[in-house]
């Protein structure tokens, strides 16, 4: 069971969620604009400096750190020394964010990533005092993202929906399994990233998310 509960950890880690929601919007959701009206080129590019900026870079740096025994782990499980690699993290989102500012690319997706790196420092100014699940976080802004989508720019996302609250209990049960989070911690981390990456889109409702 603790190697399953790895798996899934190690599946559905926080720095690939980012990777997976474009992965989602451009291949898996057929029946949207995203699908429909994006060249496949600008897709393969769009997500693979998505995975640069909010994966490679993040992962390069908690690789530095390891090194540098500033991190035990680089499963950073101690909650005292997850603040600085989380906020590093925000920084590379922001920094994406930033780049892509201008381009002419759908403001949906600036927003996943705004949201994204709004979350992860919210994430490491929570965790000087408590350990809140970023696993959770993750999974919670994904299933925000699908419900702003569906919400608010009226496309057909229940399919999508289900899947990602199926793999959010996957998650949130492998979390529990590895004693790696309480079941608030878990429970906050899903709330709290759900409701953060939807109200970037309540916020900003009054941009054409076309």
């Not at 680089?74 to 930033?98: D, N, Q, V």
């Not at 609250?165 to 049960?173: E, H, P, R, S, V």
Request: proline content about 3%; overall charge positive.
């Amino acid at each position: 069971m603790k190697s399953i509960a790895n798996i899934i950890s190690y599946l559905f880690h926080p720095l690939l969620m980012a990777t997976y929601g474009c992965l989602l919007v451009f291949f898996g959701l057929t029946n949207t604009i995203y699908y429909v009206f994006t060249p496949l080129k600008l897709k393969l590019i769009l997500t693979l400096t998505v995975f640069a900026f909010t994966f490679l870079l993040p992962a390069l740096n908690l690789l530095i750190l390891y090194k540098l025994n500033y991190v035990s782990s680089l499963k950073i499980e101690k909650r005292e020394e997850r603040t600085f690699p989380l906020i590093m993290t925000a920084l590379c989102y922001f920094g994406l964010f930033y780049m892509m500012y201008d381009f002419n690319i759908w403001p949906a997706i600036k927003l996943v990533i705004l949201g994204g790196g709004v979350c992860i420092l919210c994430a490491a100014i929570i965790n000087l005092w408590w350990q809140i699940s970023a696993h959770m976080i993750g999974v919670g802004g994904l299933l925000g993202m699908l419900f702003a989508i569906g919400y608010y720019m009226q496309m057909p996302v229940f399919i999508a929906i289900s899947m990602c609250l199926l793999i959010a209990g996957c998650i949130g049960f492998a979390r529990l399994s590895l004693k790696a989070h309480t079941p608030a911690q878990v429970y906050a981390g899903f709330v709290f990233g759900c409701l953060m990456q939807f109200s970037l889109f309540f916020i900003a409702q009054s941009i054409t998310f076309v």
